[in-house]
């Protein structure tokens, strides 16, 4: 029913860019927070960037003024343009519906309703 699918990820060199994409079907998309998260190999799952229904923003401070996060409510999509890319930032990135309607701190793993299947995103040297 729900279906978060993400495009846009790719393999790119120290300090380029690239933007990431996340439609959104099967829920109501203006009301949900939304979010990206990311995981590495052998590390945890975490908040990358989260946008609240009212377009307050969240960074983590490893991607603050790299990152920029955005949505398009009448397109149902999500987006997070990176910039200046670092190895550090390779992994797969997960759009994730987090909550409706929450204004608190949120942008965590044990607050997501749902994930998409992720998208790898590799940096290289």
């Known amino acids: 029913q729900v279906q978060l699918v993400e495009s846009g990820g790719g393999s790119v060199q120290a300090g380029g860019a690239l933007r990431l994409s996340c439609t959104a079907s099967g829920l109501t998309f203006a009301t949900y927070a939304m979010g990206w998260f990311r995981q590495a190999p052998g590390k945890e799952r975490e908040g990358v960037s989260c946008?609240?229904?009212?377009?307050?923003?969240y960074y983590g401070d490893s991607v603050k003024g790299r990152f920029t996060i955005s949505r398009d409510n009448a397109k149902n999509t999500l987006y997070l343009q990176m910039n200046s890319l670092k190895p550090e930032d390779t992994a797969i990135y997960y759009c994730a519906a987090v909550k409706p309607y929450v204004s608190g701190p949120y942008c965590q793993r044990g607050e997501v309703d749902y994930w998409g299947q992720g998208t790898q995103v590799t940096v290289s040297s």
């Open positions: 946008i609240s229904w009212r377009s307050s923003t």
